[in-house]
């Protein structure tokens, strides 16, 4: 099938090169001039492990074209794969504009019946108006099919995932984009537009509440001297409850979970519904990402003049991806505050820099981080960071050797072993380990 996907971030560019590799014929398009270069000629403007070598494999065997908007002059195909950005205003609802320009740039260069899907995350109710005022009367149809992708391991997600969704009106349009999967095993949900939309909600605003629920219960183990990572082991054992999301840290960030959870937040509100269980997930979890800069100003007094190193600056391993990061949130409440910070990432560096404040440094590597800093504080669990020469770093790093484990992602008692005054997230019970 010809299919064109517009918007090549996160999404798109996984998108386009998947659709490819299952043998469709893919326009992948973007707005952004340097953004399509850089997916043509390397190296990619975005960190997503099996990408580079499956954008090149179906670009050199002719399935996979990229371009940008003004270079197409041919048509776009039975469907149109909308991936464009769906971020936050400032009243927290979704910002629709980048998905209803690039339908209006689509429909005229649709030649014959299709559908026009939609995998960017749109509020419920945001295809039924789009159905309404955009498509009705010309011949493509509206297809939700939210995407479940984790960023990291998006390539993999998009061949295995656990489920697809797809919400339709037309019966056609749902057996085309069925047929974008064929060969994919997974359960199909077929339902309406409005229901396959709030799916994606429900879904994330679900494992955010997960997340700010064990946080909580992690602040609460603190005050009572429990430990959270048995208290995690005893209540994840109930299949009930299941281990995923449940580990206690600064929260969740990332370019969904907090810009999706605060659309859903506004969505209720404006159609009269008070979510108040939601309202508290998105407070526990800006409370989270100020946690060790709490830590930090207990121990020393004031953060001025503290020398921190930083370890991690994505939201989550794997990524390069800093969009509400906790990282970023906490170094610049630690510069405000007049603190010395560097910081180590793996792969976010470049994408940090643009965001993060001109007197941080960004340093190669992790020993150059910790050298010569009062206190390290963990924020991405990346493996490179975890596993590290932590007999070495503790040599590095000055007295008081202090450490927040924002993830609890390191061992206490070894960290309490090489000379680290250690905090971890409801980890400083009396529990010996
Ligand atoms: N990132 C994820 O892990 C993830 C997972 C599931 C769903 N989603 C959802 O998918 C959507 C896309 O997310 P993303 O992270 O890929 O976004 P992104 O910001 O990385 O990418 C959006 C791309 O669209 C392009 N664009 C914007 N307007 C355009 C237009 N009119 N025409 C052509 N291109 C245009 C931008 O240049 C950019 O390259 C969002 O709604 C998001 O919530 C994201």
């Not at 975005?46 to 070598?53: A, H, Q, T």
């Not at 959270?228 to 005893?234: N, Q, S, T, V």
Request: contains cysteine; neutral net charge.
């Amino acid at each position: 099938m010809k299919v064109s996907v517009i918007g090549l971030g996160y999404v798109g560019s996984v998108a386009a090169a998947a659709l490819a590799e299952s043998g469709h014929d893919v326009l992948g398009l973007d707005i952004d001039k340097k953004k399509v270069e850089a997916y043509r000629k390397g190296p990619l403007p975005i960190f997503e492990p099996g990408l580079e070598e499956m954008i090149r494999k179906n670009s050199s065997r002719g399935k996979l074209k990229l371009m940008h908007l003004d270079e197409v002059s041919e048509p776009l195909g039975e469907v149109v794969m909308v991936a464009t950005g769906t971020p936050t205003t400032e009243s927290g609802a979704a910002d629709l504009s980048q998905v209803r320009s690039a339908i209006s740039w689509s429909l005229p260069r649709q030649r014959g019946p299709g559908a026009v899907v939609v995998k960017s995350t749109v509020p419920p109710g945001t295809g039924a108006r789009l159905w309404e005022t955009m498509l009705r009367g010309t011949l493509q149809e509206y297809v939700a099919n939210p995407e479940f992708l984790r960023e990291g391991q998006a390539v993999k997600d998009w061949f295995h995932p656990d489920r697809i969704v797809i919400g339709g009106r037309d019966e056609r349009a749902i057996e085309r984009v069925r047929l974008l999967y064929q060969g994919i095993e997974a359960p199909v949900v077929l339902t309406d537009i409005t229901s396959a939309e709030m799916i994606k909600y429900a879904a994330n605003a679900f494992l955010a509440t997960k997340i700010s629920f064990i946080n909580e219960i992690a602040a609460l183990s603190d005050r009572l001297g429990a430990t959270i990572d048995d208290i995690r082991e005893g209540i994840a054992l109930d299949p009930r409850i299941g281990p995923g999301f449940l580990r206690a840290g600064v929260g969740y960030g990332g370019s969904c979970f907090p810009k999706d959870v605060r659309a859903l937040d506004y969505l209720a509100l404006t159609s009269g519904h008070n979510f108040e269980l939601l309202r508290s997930v998105i407070t526990v979890n800006n409370r989270q990402r100020l946690l060790p800069f709490y830590a930090l100003r207990q121990r020393f007094g004031s953060v001025s003049g503290v020398s921190v190193g930083i370890l991690g600056l994505a939201f989550k391993p794997h990524t390069d991806d800093v969009r509400e990061s906790p990282a970023m949130d906490l170094i610049k409440i630690l510069v405000d505050q007049g603190a010395k910070v560097q910081a180590f990432d793996p792969a976010a560096a470049r994408t940090a820099r643009a965001v993060l404040p001109s007197g941080v440094e960004l340093m190669d590597d992790m020993t150059e981080c910790a050298r010569g800093v009062q206190a390290l504080v963990l924020m991405t669990e990346w493996p490179q960071i975890v596993d590290a020469d932590w007999e070495g770093l503790a040599r590095l790093v000055r007295p008081p050797r202090f450490m927040f484990d924002g993830r609890n992602a390191l061992d206490k008692k070894r960290m309490l072993a090489l000379g680290f005054e250690y905090s971890g997230v409801g980890r400083n019970g009396r529990h010996p380990g």
